[in-house]
């Protein structure tokens, strides 16, 4: 019998961590394509970018400083490429327009979700771009084919703003610290952070081994 394993990932679209771990969850949806369905979800470290890092980093450098800490952090990563001028130009203000895009998208072609966030992601880490302004969010949509008008509906509409919503509530509940975050097991198993691909393997087969695995214990 097929089991069906729900994997939750929380990732901010401004986490260069989350952009490292994306090539991870591929690889879950690639292997397990008929065991674990994958739950895309949202939480906000950039939300408010300047705050972040302009304040947050103001003794080492600012943007300049927060820019070269990120070259230096992937250097090892090869999979992934960052702008040499990474958040020196086009500096999003926040990465919430992009979530409430994301959460849109969800309503009006779910499967088209993984794609549109890695556009995104590709827009801002390898060319540079601003993606908290409308024409970039816009034209990621249109490179990925998900229409723009029905997006938009779903924004004006309000539901994107709730779905977004219920994404932070059940980060609550779920205890999640950040971005990225693997919780599976109905938020017994976290895994947060710089997570290896053969962690997150692990936990899988061993859920699929043994369907009780992890449940909560009697004492």
């Known amino acids: 019998m097929t089991k069906n394993i729900s994997l ?4 901010d679209v401004l986490c260069v961590w989350a ?5 991870r969850v591929d690889e879950v949806a690639a292997k397990f394509s008929d065991e674990v369905s994958i739950d895309y979800r949202f939480c906000s470290v950039f939300g408010d970018t300047a705050y972040k890092i302009e304040t947050g980093w103001a003794e080492r450098g600012s943007y300049t400083g927060f820019g070269d800490h990120l070259k230096e ?8 490429k960052l702008h040499p001028d990474i958040w020196q130009l086009n500096r999003p203000t926040s990465s919430m327009p992009a979530h409430i895009l994301l959460k849109a998208v969800q309503r009006v072609d779910k499967g088209s979700c993984r794609a549109v966030l ?9 060319r540079c771009l601003d993606i908290s302004s409308r024409p970039v969010l816009n034209a990621c949509l249109e490179a990925v084919g998900v229409p723009v008008n029905d ?4 924004i004006d509409s309000g539901a994107a703003y709730a779905d977004l919503e219920a994404d932070r509530r059940d980060q609550q509940i779920l205890m999640v610290q950040g971005s990225p975050t693997f919780v599976l097991n109905e938020g017994r198993q976290k895994l947060y952070g710089n997570v290896g691909y053969g962690v997150i393997e692990a936990n899988i087969k061993e859920l699929l081994r043994s369907p009780a695995a992890g449940t909560a214990s009697w004492c």
């Not at 952009?19 to 090539?23: H, V």
């Not at 997006?151 to 779903?154: D, G, H, T, Y």
């Open 73 to 80: 952090a992937v250097s090892e990563f090869t999979h992934i």
């Open 151 to 154: 997006v938009q509906e779903m």
């Open 19 to 23: 952009y490292i771990s994306q090539a």
């Open 118 to 126: 890695q556009e995104l992601r590709l827009a801002f880490f390898e």
């Open 8 to 11: 939750t990932y929380y990732s």
